[in-house]
């Protein structure tokens, strides 16, 4: 709950600072205009993710990623809030929410490749290491690599 409490006082004093700037009548106005324009902009967002998805501008990680921020966006765009209003603009203009998108795609890949060592490490697997016997000689390789020639491996195109 703290978070919805945080969220409304944020929008509160965000609503009344801009009441006192423009007036009440002239802020409720604005709260309206604003989510009248996310809910088009978003909806224009939406359908150039989906152009650009049907000519290959795109990949579908990027077209995923791209169309989940735009439905955030549009979703923050119509929730009456001047603040609300401004984090959705962001998510619905292209450039930002590909920064967003980025952003969170190294985010969450960093996030998943620690959850899998974590995973790996706490399986017994973990504790085994494999081991491929005493037959290598490590000198024995390293000599034949540095004297090795084309001739030793026979002609283009030869089979053996």
Known sequence: MPFFVTYVLIEALAFWGVSKLVGVGWALAGLFILMAIGAVSASVAL????????????TMGQFAGGTALVAAGWGL??????????????LVFRPTRELVRSSLARSWQKKIEDFGVKFYSSTPMS???????????????????KEARPEDFGE????R
């Open 47 to 58: 359908r150039a993710e989906l152009q650009r998805a049907s000519t290959g501008a795109s």
């Open 77 to 90: 765009s119509v929730i009456p809030g001047y603040v609300s209003s401004l984090v959705g603009a962001l």
């Open 127 to 145: 504790g085994y290491s494999p081991t491929y016997g005493s037959f290598i000689d490590h000198d024995e390789i390293e000599q034949w690599s």
């Open 156 to 159: 283009a195109g030869e089979q």
